[in-house]
């Protein structure tokens, strides 16, 4: 069983999928958990529905690529708490408005991308370190993707941040090592949530006959067919249990790793 009793974690991009079932399973370990999101209403209703089941919890809005803004929401959070034990950086997107339905990434698509997928994990993590450091304590969970692993030609833009995010977590956690503070990425698989919906609604988006005529979910579970070895979805809840993992006393000497969470999709 994991401890994170006394823990006060920060979640981004948690009104929504894999940041509001990371959230679910944190305070079900017992953190204290920050529901952040740009959608400051969706983070609210996240909140109150680990409220109702008992988790402790709060919900505040947080504009990942705000690097000001970030940086005064994490001082308010540490007036109030004391200190952010646990930071999750979860906060991602496809591309700007419409993306899906473009066959090449346009100009802001790459700058919506980058800025939210990879600056804003540099942002939120920049904002805690310093406390983090005084204590010489902290575990910071950035979810990069298997897009990290292998670049594709649908949506580069993606797999380019996601590279950039598995990168950036090596640099990081060396950079923090000397404070005992461990820096790792979760790579997620495959997850029916809003994102993925978009996602498999692009035009060129796994371009197989096999798919052709099919919904969306249909697709998707075509796709789990033919792609992962364990023939299985992954969900938001596996996504939480490795962070519950990484963010625990547990893995004090885990640091600078990107783990798949996949079914056996990606094996590097
Ligand atoms: N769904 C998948 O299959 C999958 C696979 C691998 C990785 N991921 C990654 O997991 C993370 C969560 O994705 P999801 O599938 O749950 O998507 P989602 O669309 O359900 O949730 C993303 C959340 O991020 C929030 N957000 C967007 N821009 C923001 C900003 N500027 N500041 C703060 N919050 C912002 C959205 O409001 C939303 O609540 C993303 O980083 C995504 O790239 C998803």
Request: glycine residues 12%.
């Amino acid at each position: 069983m994991i401890d994170l009793s006394n823990k006060n974690a920060l979640v981004t991009g948690a009104a929504s999928g894999i940041g509001k079932g990371i959230s679910k399973v944190l305070a079900e370990q017992g953190a204290n958990v920050v529901l952040s999101d740009i959608d400051p209403n969706g983070a609210r209703l996240a909140s109150e529905e680990i409220s109702g089941s008992g988790g402790k919890s709060q919900s505040v809005h947080l504009d990942v690529t705000n690097r000001a803004s970030a940086q005064s929401v994490v001082l308010d959070l540490l007036d109030q708490l004391g200190q952010i034990d646990i930071v999750v950086n979860n906060a991602g997107v496809g591309g700007a408005g419409g993306w899906w339905e473009r066959k090449v990434p346009s100009e802001d698509d790459w700058d919506a991308v980058l800025a939210i997928n990879l600056r804003g994990v540099v942002n939120i993590s920049q904002a805690v370190e310093d406390g983090m450091k005084e204590r010489r304590q902290g575990k910071i969970v950035n979810i990069a993707s298997i897009a990290s692993r292998q670049g594709g030609p649908s949506i580069p833009h993606y797999n380019a941040s996601k590279a950039g995010v598995v990168s950036w977590t090596q640099s990081h956690a060396l950079q923090l090592a000397p404070y005992q503070i461990n820096v790792n990425a979760i790579c997620p698989g495959l997850l029916w949530t809003p994102l993925f919906e978009q996602l498999i609604g692009r035009p060129d988006f796994y371009d197989n006959q096999a798919l052709e005529g099919l919904t969306g979910r249909e697709r998707f579970e075509k796709v789990i067919e033919l792609g992962i070895p364990m023939q299985k979805e992954q969900t938001p809840e596996d996504i939480g249990k490795l962070t519950a993992f990484l963010a625990s006393d547990d893995a004090h000497n885990i640091t600078g790793q990107a783990i798949n969470v996949d079914g056996g999709r990606r094996m590097n």
